[in-house]
């Protein structure tokens, strides 16, 4: 069957039609303004505390991940919001430690790839380019037509476009979806995406934690684990969150070759909001299970300064990398209350 939807040698399109639709040209802008505009008052109040911004020197940049929400370029088109993102699938080399490098496959240079942000309603359009040697795809959980639901493989040096509705609103995700799956997300090919609802979540320092595993030695079992692409890293570098304001975390797990892991917020407990496709909590806890692709918005806030770990519970993936600390810093100027 041919590939209708690659822009490939089969189907080469003239840099005038490329440039309508941005795919030629500089990078563009993340967050716009007009996003920024809509969600100033209500975000006002929330503060993040000051982090030490470490240069990237590998697609594994954790720090980049935590709180880098991608809202795409804005459009107006028949009067309907267009949400534009850009996204290269390429190669890398990250360090796993100090003696362990592993090959990837990134998404815009970086693993997880770009967090994905729209609001339920908007058009979605992805504009994907597969420079990764291999053919790729890009598959997004949610509501869309068939012929967008990205299982055709999209040849090296081709490109194609994803276009959809935004819905329902929530914590989802996308990947690649070529034979064999499981090699092509454990390897990097996978990002968040959320959905907001249409009406604002409460203010809050928002997160993001990726787990993922990596298979190093193709016997289809994980010798390193992390949270945003690099193992043991937010345990050199706690994640700094203020007393007493509220913190909602968006939790994904992407680990493959384990049929499912927990996740456990030490001296504390949270609401959870399974997959984010809910305005109330289902139930409270400070441990919870998932298995692959489950994600879920966690929100808790720390009483007492300090630090605390989070981690799976299954102890020999939390010591092989996926395990990290909240810094929790005295100040209760501005905070969110959450009584």
Request: net charge neutral; proline share 6%.
């Amino acid at each position: 069957m041919p590939n209708n939807f690659a822009l490939g040698q089969e189907n080469l399109w003239s840099r005038r039609q490329l440039l309508k639709l941005g795919l030629a040209g500089a990078g563009v802008a993340g967050a716009t303004a007009l996003w920024q505009t809509l969600n100033a008052q209500s975000k006002s109040i929330v503060k993040i505390p000051p982090m030490e911004a470490l240069a990237p020197t590998t697609a594994a940049n954790p720090m980049q991940v935590l709180r880098n929400f991608d809202y795409g370029t804005v459009k107006k088109e028949n009067g309907r919001t267009i949400r534009e993102f850009r996204l290269s699938a390429g190669t890398s080399v990250i360090q796993l430690n100090s003696v362990v490098s592993y090959n990837i496959w990134d998404l815009n240079g970086r693993i997880p790839g770009p967090t994905l942000r729209a609001k339920q309603g908007d058009r979605v359009r992805v504009l994907f380019y597969n420079k990764a040697g291999h053919s790729h795809s890009l598959h997004f959980h949610g509501v869309h037509p068939a012929e967008m639901d990205g299982i055709r493989p999209v040849s090296n040096g081709s490109a194609t476009i994803y276009e959809f509705d935004a819905e329902p609103y929530g914590v989802h995700l996308y990947h690649c979806h070529i034979e064999p799956v499981t090699r092509h997300i454990a390897k990097g090919l996978y990002g968040m995406f959320i959905i907001d609802p249409p009406k604002p979540r409460p203010p809050a320092d928002e997160i993001a934690l990726i787990m993922a595993g990596y298979d190093i030695n193709d016997d289809n079992r994980n010798e390193f684990y992390a949270f945003n692409g690099q193992p043991h890293y937010y345990m050199d570098n706690p994640i700094k969150i203020y007393q007493n304001q509220l913190i909602r975390l968006y939790v994904l797990n992407i680990i493959e070759f384990d049929p499912a892991v927990t996740f456990h917020l030490h001296a504390n407990f949270f609401d959870v909001y399974r997959y984010g496709m809910t305005l109330t909590p289902s139930e409270k806890s400070d441990v919870i299970t998932m298995g692959i692709a489950e994600r879920h918005i966690l929100e808790f806030a720390f009483r007492y300064p300090g630090k605390y770990m989070f981690h799976p519970h299954q102890d020999a993936i939390a010591e092989n990398g996926c395990m990290g600390q909240f810094e929790v810093v005295a100040d209760s100027k501005n905070a969110i209350s959450t009584t």
